[in-house]
């Protein structure tokens, strides 16, 4: 085992506990209302156990979180396709001049004779 994964099961497993603590003590349900103007009957409600509602909460958080970096990222990302592509064709240009030079070269010794 890897340090890093020793540390990872050193956070990892109290970070599960308190997890499935927390939705242990939080079974209770509650009302989620979508509606900010009619508080009596509003027109979206949805009924959830409280710890459903908080991690689906640090769910959606992880997943904007990850978009906004992926979408930070983008420039950095095309940058480094753009490289590659560059990359790719003084690798082609590259070859093809070393075989014409191989060519010239063999050609001139021909002329040259034994």
């Known amino acids: 085992m890897t340090l890093k994964g020793f540390f990872n099961w050193i ?3 109290p970070i599960a506990v308190i997890g499935v603590g927390f939705a242990v003590a939080n079974r209770q349900w509650v009302t989620v209302s979508f509606d900010p103007i ?3 009957h509003p027109f979206a409600t949805v009924d959830m156990p409280l710890w459903a509602l908080v991690f689906c909460g640090v769910l959606i958080g992880i997943f904007a979180g ?7 990222n983008a420039k950095y990302r095309r940058a480094t ?3 590659k592509i ?3 064709r003084t690798q082609q240009m ?3 001049e070393k075989r014409e030079m191989q060519s010239g070269a063999l050609a001139a010794r021909q002329e ?3």
């Open 11 to 13: 956070i990892g497993v």
């Open 38 to 40: 009619n508080r009596v």
């Open 66 to 72: 990850w978009y906004v970096a992926w979408r930070g």
């Open 81 to 83: 396709r753009e490289a």
């Open 86 to 88: 560059e990359l790719v």
């Open 94 to 96: 590259h070859e093809r």
């Open 112 to 114: 040259q004779g034994p």
